[in-house]
T-cell receptor
């Protein structure tokens, strides 16, 4: 089946630093990838839609300068949390939409970010 | 705007019980309804996907039903086991964008 990986799975950083999270579709091409954020005991909140070769579309209330998204190829999207602060600590999950089956999303294993 | 609600928020049962997890959605114009499992600190594992034209899907001890007109889906877990302990999320996907709206999940604990 289709596999989506995320790297790193867990990262701890100091306040003020930037952190990059990678999302890769391993055996299919994904023209569209999605980035979600999940707070404890809360639902997944869609942050942005990442489109290959174009600018990401951000959901209302999500700072585009804070959460930089780059989708440079059909198998890789990156989310960079810039100047991270403790309130950015969260679980970030990506999903990828199969180019051949746009009605199906495949989810990555998530990245736990802790900002000290 | 689609809203997805899951009841109960948490459930603790002894091993062997049959369980029903509920999911309701406000906009019945969905493309599909999906149930996921999430273990602590992990990503999502897809359990069952029901297309809008379908009434139910089954996989092993799991059965999911869909009633689009009433905006409801249920996940039935038969003969629960401690290994079933996890959070169960449902997600309603619209046509067009295919971007799902998730519920907050039901946190399930099955104790021996």
């Amino acid at each position: 089946g289709a596999v989506v990986s995320q790297h790193p799975s867990r990262v701890i950083c100091k306040s003020g630093t930037s952190v990059k999270i990678e999302c890769r579709s391993l055996d299919f091409q994904a023209t569209t990838m999605f980035w979600y954020r999940q707070f404890p005991k809360k639902s997944l909140m869609l942050m942005a839609t990442s489109n290959e070769g174009s600018k990401a579309t951000y959901e209302q209330g999500v700072e585009k300068d804070k959460f930089l998204i780059n989708h440079a190829s059909l198998t890789l999207s990156t989310l960079t949390v810039t100047s991270a602060h403790p309130e950015d600590s969260s679980f970030y999950i990506c999903s990828a939409q199969d180019r051949g089956r746009p009605d199906t999303q495949y989810f990555g294993p998530g990245t736990r970010l802790t900002v000290l | 705007k689609q809203e997805v609600t899951q009841i109960p928020a948490a459930l603790s049962v002894p091993e062997g019980e049959n369980l029903v997890l509920n999911c309701s959605f406000t906009d019945s114009a969905i493309y599909n309804l999906q149930w996921f499992r999430q273990d602590p600190g992990k990503g999502l594992t897809s359990l069952l996907l029901i297309q809008s034209s379908q009434r139910e899907q089954t996989s092993g001890r799991l059965n999911a039903s869909l009633d689009k007109s009433s905006g409801r889906s249920t996940l039935y877990i038969a003969a629960s086991q401690p290994g079933d302990s996890a959070t169960y999320l449902c997600a309603a996907t619209p046509g067009g964008s295919y971007i799902p709206t998730f519920g907050r999940g039901t946190s399930l604990i099955v104790h021996p």
